[in-house]
Nanobody
Framework: EVQLVESGGGLVQPGGSLRLSCTAS????????IGWFRQAPGKEREGVSC????????WHAHSVKGRFAISSDNAKNTVYLQMNSLKPDDTGDYYC????????????????????WGKGTPVTVSP
């Protein structure tokens, strides 16, 4: 059974930091990419960051570049999202999702079609 389990969310003040974790099981980790998505109340879900687990190549949305960093520990089947200089606009439910890195896999991260999803972890940035 495939599972993606997020953890690390919580309440933080503006300017603070959080580190989210996504631990995967049930598939061959190195054959996939893991993406982090977020959805704020009343807004569409957006892709925040992703990483190819075969080569560690990261990608970050413009809105978080320079503040967020995605990384992986393949020995632990875990992907991390280090979030620094958090803003109230970063508030939302954060989900990790996996897609097999075949063909134009990045299109699935951008436009939809990820293979597996976690249940999410909430992040609230507020004074």
């Amino acid at each position: 059974e495939v599972q993606l389990v997020e953890s690390g969310g919580g309440l933080v003040q503006p300017g603070g930091s959080l580190r989210l974790s996504c631990t995967a099981s049930g598939f061959t980790f190195d054959d996939y990419a893991i993406g982090w998505f977020r959805q704020a109340p009343g807004k569409e879900r957006e892709g925040v960051s992703c990483i190819s687990l075969s080569d560690g190549q990261p990608w970050h949305a413009h809105s978080v570049k320079g503040r967020f960093a995605i990384s992986s520990d393949n020995a632990k089947n875990t992907v991390y999202l280090q979030m620094n200089s958090l803003k109230p606009d970063d508030t939302g439910d954060y989900y990790c999702a996996a897609v097999k890195t075949v063909g134009t896999w990045f299109n699935k991260f951008t436009f939809g079609g990820m293979d597996y999803w976690g249940k999410g972890t909430p992040v609230t940035v507020s004074p």
